[in-house]
């Protein structure tokens, strides 16, 4: 290790924060103290003896100039620091940690990973996307789910969720609720436009959504996943703040076919508080037609706030998982009889407004 | 008396190599290879017959040599050896009619093997996730190889149709790769530095050339009707393909695509047809089960064995698996060895 080539970091002892300029930046200016801010010159580089005064001073501390560039540090000084370091993010077991995120890395550096037939990335879903959600489920939104034993441990369902919040955050929401709750992963069924717009449509690939169609709901179905879909659409999730609650058209009940000729269980979802995220009060259909979405939310943050108004609001969320209906005891050709399909999607509609409505009076405001 | 195999396209690598494999299966009596050039290097046991498919004379030949069984697989992926698009297409199409013609002519025609592709399905977002022989494309190619190919399978139906006692087998290969074929997807992996559309990543399946040519004579010897998708298992997506070679990869913006790829076949780095962004943007996956059920097919080589056999094929690339894992090495010793 003794005749490794060291590589200066830093600004290479210069002031400022290594961007080339002279000037230092305001924070290292407020170090310095009252006279340095006066003249901001007497902090270039210059001989030592007037930099004296300054390093008597008790409040100035460390000095931009006093950052020695790495050069002086031996390699075993390095080492033990990150060493230290490791120990503070990982815990006492801090090597077979720091070995296995290393593997990650290689394995996903060097395409050493598997993705099933949908382009289904489990390790990035669960070590990047689910770990990413999880912090804003339990501390943003305080996410509460009940019934989560309704949920089949093995075997293919239909989870059937309201949707709503002008951006699919439910969804998200839900998937890793049910996931810390059953370890399953849900498998969304995504609408065209998502797969249409890049990166977007990248990742809900990998997070395991696929098209909402049937051809691609009854091969998951039937290969026994845990399938999830919003039936009302951006009817849903585009609706105006003044109808929050209020489930709209279940499509074509497209859904409840698909499951009947799979013969899996639907599970009601219903799902509080997404409508307060981005409350939508406006939109611009002009511009929407222009781009080719459905609409371009105008919420009361959003974009009077700029980047600022895409946080979401905290609001308090309670996700219920009602009882299963089941699907397997009607005959064959019973998907293909409409009036049926019909009657099945209003039942499944009916549970999930019910439980709607029934959450939100349990609910003591918004926020808490 | 064993069977006479004619097989168009022999002066094509995998052509040649199909009709030297199939001359050495016991059930086959002779094999007669036709193509427009002859072919390059020895051709074992095959009868080369310089003849134009898309000339009448093909009928003579069938007839002549008491052909049984037709093995179709000069419909060319790339106008590069053919000389342009136009004659690509006339190639594809026209030899197709001429060659089917001549079949329906022939009375002694048993089997019928067409060597088709699965870009009759086409790439489009709104594709579902794994295509099976009887989905129809959601978007019809409108140009190119896709669109030969689906007028190729258009008259081979027909064919099949008229001559109701002939078994028509339809092979819809995914794309092939191996150490030896060079076509539009092995030149554009074998580009240094890969060009990728930002912020979509495909799914693709290969087929390794060895599955293809086993299939290819498995088809024509077991004589099963219908149509059939041949792919190795699984899926790899195109980020971890190219992850695999241990290339780097350009993202490219989807709007600056299509320009992009035009100046690159300019300089004749990589063919990059509009039916291929649109691969390499949303591609494809098809369902295989009726290849193993009813065609009784299995492939040696997986998706991602049959990548690694190309890759290897290569020689590795600037960020490959071992320097990666020599890096990971030296890392770990380094923090370990400064422990103990």
Redesign the interface.
């Known amino acids: 290790?003794a005749d490794a080539e060291i590589i200066p970091l830093g600004t290479r002892g210069r002031p400022g924060r290594g961007s080339g300029s002279s000037n230092p930046s305001a924070a290292a200016r407020n170090l310095v103290g009252g006279a340095a801010r006066k003249e901001p010159s007497s902090i270039k580089p210059k001989p030592a003896p007037a930099e004296a005064p300054l390093a008597d001073r008790p409040t100035s501390g460390t000095t931009a100039t006093d950052r020695a560039p790495g050069a002086g540090i031996p390699i075993?000084d390095w080492?033990?620091a990150?060493?230290s370091a490791?120990k503070e993010v990982f815990g006492d077991s801090w090597?077979p940690r720091?070995?296995e995120s290393?593997?990650l890395?290689?394995r996903?550096?060097?395409?050493?990973?598997?993705?099933?037939?949908?382009?289904f990335?489990q390790e990035v879903t669960e070590r990047f996307f689910l770990a990413a959600i999880r912090p804003i489920a339990r501390k943003w939104f305080r996410v509460e789910v009940r019934g989560a034993e309704n949920i089949p441990t093995e075997g293919g369902a239909l989870v059937v969720s309201n949707h709503s919040g002008t951006v699919p955050m439910d969804g998200m929401m839900t998937a890793v609720s049910i996931h810390d709750h059953t370890g399953r992963h849900l498998r969304p069924l995504g609408a065209?436009l998502v797969?249409?717009?890049?990166?977007?449509?990248?990742m809900a690939?990998?997070g395991g959504a696929?098209?909402a169609?049937n051809?691609?709901a009854e091969?998951m179905l039937s290969n026994g996943e845990l399938v999830g879909v919003w039936p009302e659409g951006f009817k849903g999730i585009g609706k105006p703040y003044s109808e929050r609650y209020k489930l709209q058209r279940f499509g074509r009940g497209g859904f409840v076919s698909a499951a009947m000729r799979t013969g899996v269980p639907i599970i009601p979802c219903s799902v509080v508080g997404a409508e307060e995220i981005y409350p939508l009060v406006g939109n611009i259909p002009s511009l929407a037609r222009l781009l080719g979405v459905p609409y371009i939310p105008i919420t009361p943050l959003f974009p009077l706030l700029g980047p600022l108004g895409l946080v979401p609001l905290p609001s308090k969320w309670l996700i219920e998982f009602g009882e299963p209906i089941r699907t397997d005891s009607y005959d064959e050709g019973a998907a293909d009889d409409p009036m049926l399909v019909f009657n099945v999607t209003d039942q499944v509609r009916e549970t999930i407004q019910q439980t709607l409505y029934t959450l939100l009076m349990k609910r003591r405001s918004v926020f808490s | 008396m064993g069977r006479v195999v004619l097989v168009t396209g022999v002066s094509r690598d995998l052509g040649g190599r199909f009709a030297r494999l199939v001359a050495t299966d016991p059930s086959v009596d002779r094999v007669v290879g036709v193509d427009v050039v002859p072919p390059r290097g020895d051709m074992g046991d095959v009868r080369f017959i310089r003849a134009d498919i898309r000339n009448p004379v093909i009928t003579k030949v069938i007839a002549g040599e008491d052909v049984d069984t037709v093995v179709h697989m000069s419909v060319a992926s790339t106008p590069g050896t053919s000389g342009g698009r136009t004659s690509m297409k006339e190639f594809n199409v026209i030899g197709t009619m001429q060659l089917l013609a001549a079949c329906q002519k022939a009375p002694g025609l048993k089997h019928l093997v067409v060597k088709s592709s699965t870009t009759v399905y086409g790439s489009c977002?709104?594709?579902?996730?794994?295509f099976?022989e009887d989905?129809a494309p959601v978007r019809m190619p409108k140009s190119g190889f896709a669109k030969d190919t689906v007028e190729v399978e258009g008259y081979v139906r027909g064919f099949a149709r008229r001559r109701p006692d002939v078994t028509v087998t339809m092979l819809r290969t995914a794309n092939t790769v191996g150490p030896m074929v060079n076509s539009p997807m092995t030149q554009y992996f074998r580009l240094p530095v890969i060009p990728t559309?930002?912020?979509?990543?495909a799914?693709m399946q290969f087929l390794h050339e060895t599955d293809l040519l086993e299939v290819l004579r498995h088809a024509t010897t077991a004589g099963v009707h219908g149509t059939f998708n041949i792919a190795g298992d699984?899926?790899?997506?195109l980020?971890?393909?190219?992850?695999?070679l241990?290339r780097p990869t350009l993202p490219i913006?989807?709007f600056a695509v299509s320009s992009f790829g035009s100046l690159i076949r300019q300089v004749r780095a990589a063919d990059f047809s509009p039916e291929q962004m649109a691969f390499l943007t949303?591609?494809r996956?098809v369902d295989t089960s009726r290849m193993r059920n009813v065609l009784g097919f299995e492939p040696d080589y997986t998706t991602?064995a049959a990548f690694e056999d190309f890759g290897r094929s290569m020689g590795p690339g600037l960020?490959?698996?071992e320097r990666?894992?020599a890096v990971?090495g030296l890392?770990?010793g380094?923090?370990?060895?400064?422990?103990g």
Request: aromatic letters at 6%; one cysteine or more; hydrophobic letters at 40%.
């Open positions: 290790m075993g080492l033990g990150f060493s490791a090597e720091l070995a290393l593997a890395l290689r996903r550096l060097t395409g050493d990973y598997s993705v099933d037939e949908y382009g990335d065209d797969f249409k717009l890049p990166i977007v449509g990248e690939r990998k696929t098209l169609c051809d691609d091969r | 977002s709104r594709d579902p996730a794994m099976i989905m559309v930002l912020g979509f990543d799914r699984g899926v790899l997506m980020s971890q393909a190219v992850r695999r241990g913006p989807a949303y591609g996956g991602a960020v490959s698996p990666v894992a990971e890392v770990a380094a923090l370990g060895g400064e422990r």
